[in-house]
């Protein structure tokens, strides 16, 4: 997830061999993830390439597939560090709450999003320890936004088709010129 008062078209041009945000409409982007079967140290090579992503790029919340790996670990950190979370689901929901937010594979497109306003998010942490955290209102709603990517959800599933359409139609339009830039789009 973005920060709404991003600037837009921040992505950076990934360098050779390095992983970098898939934008949409990349197919892995629309996947389901498939479970962590063991936690070891390939996985933490997964996060600690993830948390490079997602600083250089000043999100606040990274899913795996958004680097075009399709495995359930998602990466937070809402300014009190990271956090690094294996097969992670939402257990129980509670209240509502409305919010624009931004997301790093979909460049330019801000959509307001109504999600629980508290939730229990039951996990796996990167030593293998079962993890179950009630997380409230902001941290609440990018947790909820991160696990909507492993299961192929974009905020942009949150809006009508007709909405969505014309969205994405803008964004691709003014995302020619970071293909121009090199951009592997
Ligand atoms: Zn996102």
Not at 1 to 14: A, D, F, G, S, V
Not at 104 to 112: T, Y
Not at 135 to 157: A, K, M, S, W
């Amino acid at each position: 997830m973005k920060e709404k008062t991003e600037h837009h078209n921040e992505l950076r041009i990934p360098k050779e061999d390095t992983c970098y945000v898939r934008i949409y409409p990349d197919p892995v982007l629309s996947k389901e993830s498939a479970p962590v079967k063991n936690i070891d140290g390939k996985i933490k090579e997964v996060i600690d390439r993830m948390a490079e992503v997602m600083y250089v790029n000043k999100g606040i919340g990274l899913a795996a597939p958004q680097v075009g790996i399709s495995k359930q670990i998602i990466i937070v950190d809402i300014g009190n560090g990271l956090r690094a979370l294996i097969n992670p689901e939402i257990v129980e929901g509670e209240g509502e709450s409305s919010l624009e937010e931004g997301c790093l594979s979909l460049p330019n497109i801000e959509v307001l999003v109504k999600r629980k306003q508290k939730v229990l998010v039951r996990a796996w942490d990167v030593d293998g320890k079962e993890v179950n955290w009630e997380v409230f209102d902001f941290p609440g709603r990018v947790y909820q936004h991160e696990i909507d990517h492993l299961n192929g959800i974009l905020i942009t599933h949150h809006i009508s088709r007709l909405k969505r359409e014309l969205l994405i139609k803008k964004m691709l339009k003014e995302l020619k010129h970071l293909k121009k830039k090199g951009y592997p789009l």
